[in-house]
């Protein structure tokens, strides 16, 4: 007869735990939950099954474990747990003991992302009017990333070669637990230093992965910081086709470490061309209103000469036909007495033909003298005057009432005007478009 071995509660109880512990500890288990309830302490208590059968096993999370991730348990999530079995003696009952966890598909990751940006974009952390412009020439230039590795190489190599700047460099933990943490204690850290030490761009940054080793730039934690910065934010994490929430809170997204560092610097040669190019636009413009207040002052001096030239020639005509006029009255005069003198035979000098000869001299002279001095003032005028002006290429414009139109805008308004060249002048009517030559 076979020996039956004989053992207390207690004894029994504790060769269970032995076992169970020992056979089964740091073992993964997929399940999805089934009931979930949070103690007033903080841990959490679950039901976990398979989806196969209704198999059940109960399991607890310490309060610890639960806080630290980022991940809110829900009934009928499919995940990844990691831990042991171990057993309550006291109600002879065996349970899992979570040491961490983890969402077991990519579907249940994606969708609890799309969850999180849907809260996170209706309390407005992803509002564009809340972007901030980036500033034009940084001075200083903070960088949150890892110390080690090409990402903080590849930004350093960026700014030299566009425009060297100071970088200050924050290191942090950019994947596994805690990396979140860092990365938002490093955004508000940036935030809060002051004076010179404070950068005026802000790049958080670090190179492609898998999609689980982005995820510190998923959580909440630090959208919510990038999104409170007050120092503008370039987010450039993972590769072009990576985009994590952080993208949406940060004040510009660049699809990699590198292009971050371009958009946080210009380019010094491209700069130096935009200078130029500004510059000569203000110098063409300047001059080119020096040339129009030339123009304009230049065509009031013409019309001025033209004036001047058309006025004396006016009173040069008036005055040469009131000296022919008194000359032929003063021969008429002279005759008629020269007449009644020879009716009365009074004695005429002897010389009295070379008097008048003296006479008619001196008014030739007198006259010849004003009229060299007019005909050079003529000459000086017409050096200067409106026809020379024309015939160097100018042209001038004057309205139907031949007055001056000196600006584009009363061109415009004109129903017409006149085009006044050197051989002749257009005459443009706007409704018609016609054009007359007179």
Known sequence: MEEITEYTVSRLSALIKNTLEKNFSNIALRAEISSLKVATSGHVYLSLKDSESDSVLNAVCWKGIAQKSSIKLEVGMDMRFFGSITTYPAQSKYNFQIDRFELAGLGELLKMLEERKKKLAAEGLFDTSKKKSLPKLPRLIGVVTSPTGAVIQDILKTVNRRFPREILLWPVQVQGVGAARQIADAIRGMNALQGDMRPDVLIVARGGGSFEDLMPFNE????RAAAASEIPLISGVGHETDTTLIDYAADVR??????????????????????????????????????????????NRVLSIQGVVSERIQKADYAFDRISSRVKDALSLKRTKLAELKLQAPKIPENIGEIFQRLSFAFTSKYEANKNAFALLVNSLEANSFSKILKKGFAFVESD??????????????????????????????????????
């Open 220 to 223: 909440e934690e630090v959208v």
């Open 254 to 299: 660049a699809v990699t470490p590198t292009a971050a560092a371009e958009l946080a610097v210009p380019e010094r040669i491209k700069l130096r061309m935009d200078v130029d190019k500004v510059f000569n636009n203000l110098n063409s413009t300047i001059l080119n209103d020096i040339e129009k207040k030339k123009l304009y002052l230049h065509s």
């Open 401 to 438: 009432k031949s007055e001056p139109l000196t600006s584009a805008m009363k061109v415009q308004t004109a129903s017409a005007f006149n085009l006044v060249f050197s051989d002749g002048t257009v005459r443009i009517t706007k409704k018609s478009h016609q054009m007359d030559l007179f």
